[in-house]
Structures are given as C-alpha cells and as structure tokens.
C-alpha cells in the first residue's frame, strides 16, 4: 500500500517561497512509468495541477505557474517537495500530492492534502 503525507508550513507571507515536502512510503520514487505530482484546490476552486516530478527525475510543470515552480525530489529519502515563489494570496489552497500512472492525470494514490494560507 503506497501512502503520500504533505509537510509543511500552514503559513507563507506574500512575496515568499512556499516550500512543501511529500513523503512516500511503500514504493519508490523511481518506480517506472509512476510520475509524482502536485495538485492544488483554492477554496471554493476545483484541482488544480501543478506539476509533477517523474520516476526519471525530469520535472514537468504547468505553463500557468511554470515561471515560479520548481519540483525535486530525494531518493534517499523517497521524497519530492515542491517550492512555488513569489507568493500572493491567491495561491491560498489545500495542497496535495499524488501519485500518477503513467502521467496521464490518472491518480491512484493520493496524500491527505495541507493547508496553506498566503497572509501577512
């Protein structure tokens, strides 16, 4: 049973990087064709995807937030954490990150998702 757990602060100040961690745990990061994503839900909003690291380690991100994303990962520690710059309130949302197969937005696992909340 693979399990996903989001960490981070609950808490960024406008202008600041938003750094969260995914912490994997029974299957590896590097397991092909398994791509590792970052999703979002604003409140009131629908998903939004973010991006997503794959098992060969290359990132993909979306055009809307590219500029200011970065995914990476640890294998050491089967994890993948997501930093998003720049931060206004809009990117208030639940984050979570989830496990797709194949990349094709077809999630079979996915973390409890945190909140975070963009204010000074």
């Known amino acids: 049973q693979v399990q996903l757990q989001e960490s981070g602060p609950g808490l960024v100040k406008p202008s600041q990087t938003l750094s969260l961690t995914c912490t994997v745990s029974?299957?590896?990061?590097?397991?092909?064709?398994?791509?590792w994503s970052w999703i979002r839900q604003p409140p009131g909003k629908g998903l939004e995807w973010i991006g997503y690291?794959?098992?060969?380690?290359?990132?993909y991100y979306s055009p809307s937030l590219k500029s200011r994303t970065s995914i990476s990962r640890d294998t050491s520690k089967n994890q993948f954490t997501l930093q998003l710059s720049s931060v206004t309130p809009e990117d208030t949302a639940v984050y979570f990150c989830a496990r797709d197969e194949l990349g094709w937005g077809r999630y079979d696992y996915w973390g409890q998702g945190t909140q975070v909340t963009v204010s000074s």
């Open positions: 690291i794959a098992y060969s380690g290359s990132p």
């Open positions: 029974g299957g590896s990061i590097t397991t092909s064709h398994y791509y």
